[in-house]
């Protein structure tokens, strides 16, 4: 990768650093200095050791609001730019799909299931429904080729439309479903297993050895019963990595 053309993207708001600064530790360790890391936050949040910027922006107090705020303010200034979630981890050197005339890849949802309704609060919109039937797409890996700010300045308007409690919670991922309705030609596909690969318990050497051989990309650690095994993670990773090198 030549990091004049291409950028890992994440967002972060608080001090409490210590996930984006195992994602930026494994994209270093990696891909050393040949991709760009971009930080996008507000003006408070503390900058995270290892990225190539800072981008800070006047952002809502809702989380939803504020990270679609951030990613259609940054002005994407290179060919390929990977938007992640920041309770990821890399694993091998990220190398995006290409195919002629399409810009924005999409990361569809692995495992489908049915929509608490009630959780975090009531979304009548989820009643009866399945995920894949309303939030088909995760939005933890987006990949865009040249300046695609006008796809996420569209989600943010969709999402400033939708009922308030949208702006807390779901609001980005529905935002895309709604955007993506009947559009999806044109737009390709990250696969799941390999741009977002879900770890929901602690990592083991076997594990992390098969994922890695198998050309896993990213891991996602979603939710707070996932993310308290980053720190194990790393440690593996960088012992693998080590192995590797000798």
């Known amino acids: 990768m030549n990091k004049n053309d291409n950028t890992i993207c994440f967002f972060w708001i608080g001090n409490k650093i210590e996930i984006p600064h195992s994602l930026v530790q494994s994209i270093r360790l990696l891909m050393g200095d040949n991709v760009n890391v971009i930080q996008l936050t507000n ?4 900058e995270i050791e290892g990225v190539n910027s800072v981008k800070r922006f006047d952002l809502s107090d809702k989380i939803m609001i504020a990270r ?11 060919e390929n730019t990977f938007f992640c979630d920041a309770d990821c981890i890399f694993i091998n050197k990220l190398s995006l799909p290409i195919i002629d005339n399409v810009n924005i890849f999409l ?3 692995l495992i489908d299931f ?3 309704y009630n959780h975090p609060e009531y979304y009548e919109e989820f009643v009866n429904k399945t995920a894949n039937e309303v939030m088909p797409f995760l939005f933890c890996a987006i990949a865009t080729k040249g300046n695609q700010q006008d796809f996420f300045k569209n989600l943010l308007k969709i999402c400033l439309k939708l009922p308030d409690r949208f702006h807390r919670w779901y609001g980005d991922q529905y935002a895309l479903f709604l955007e993506t309705q009947n559009k999806l030609s044109k737009f390709g596909i990250l696969k799941p297993n390999i741009y977002q690969y879900e770890i929901k318990e602690i990592l083991t050497p076997k594990h992390l050895e098969d994922i890695y051989k198998r050309g896993v990309q990213m891991l996602h650690f979603k939710g707070p019963h996932s993310k308290i ?3 194990h993670a790393m440690v593996l990773l960088n012992y693998f990595i080590d192995k590797r090198r000798e």
């Open 229 to 231: 095994h980053i720190e």
């Open 114 to 116: 049915k929509i608490n």
């Open 68 to 78: 679609l705020q951030a990613y259609s303010l940054y002005d994407i200034e290179t």
């Open 43 to 46: 003006h408070k949040t503390l």
């Open 107 to 109: 990361s569809p949802r």
